[in-house]
């Protein structure tokens, strides 16, 4: 899996991974319910657990669940829309979320 994060998406997360004691993490957030009603979520984390895997990412690295990479096509873009305020992910053949929720405390 791979991210590329547009100019202002990257513009956006730098402040918070600028020390490196932060590190992103794609979840397909499902509170708990079923998988397939998952909510696509950028997380800032301070360690991996033991079952997260990295990724390559441009210009950020980051991490994901293995059991989660089916949800996503391997390569991702992740914008951000300064006059909406939010983030977006997409992949080659559709729009993941317009929406992308961004947990900016770290977990």
């Given at each position: ?14 402040p918070y991974l ?66 909406e305020g939010s ?21």
């Amino acid at each position: 899996m791979f991210i590329t994060f547009s100019a202002s998406a990257a513009k956006k997360l730098e402040p918070y991974l600028a020390d490196g004691s932060a590190k992103l993490k794609l979840l397909h957030d499902t509170d708990r319910g079923c998988g397939m009603s998952g909510v696509p979520t950028l997380r800032l984390i301070g360690e991996p657990t033991g079952n997260d895997r990295q990724a390559s990412g441009d210009p950020f690295a980051f991490y994901y669940e293995p059991w989660q990479e089916l949800f996503y096509e391997d390569n991702l873009r992740v914008d951000y829309n300064e006059t909406e305020g939010s983030f977006s992910l997409r992949g080659d053949s559709q729009i993941y979320t317009s929406h992308l929720r961004f947990i900016d405390r770290v977990m």
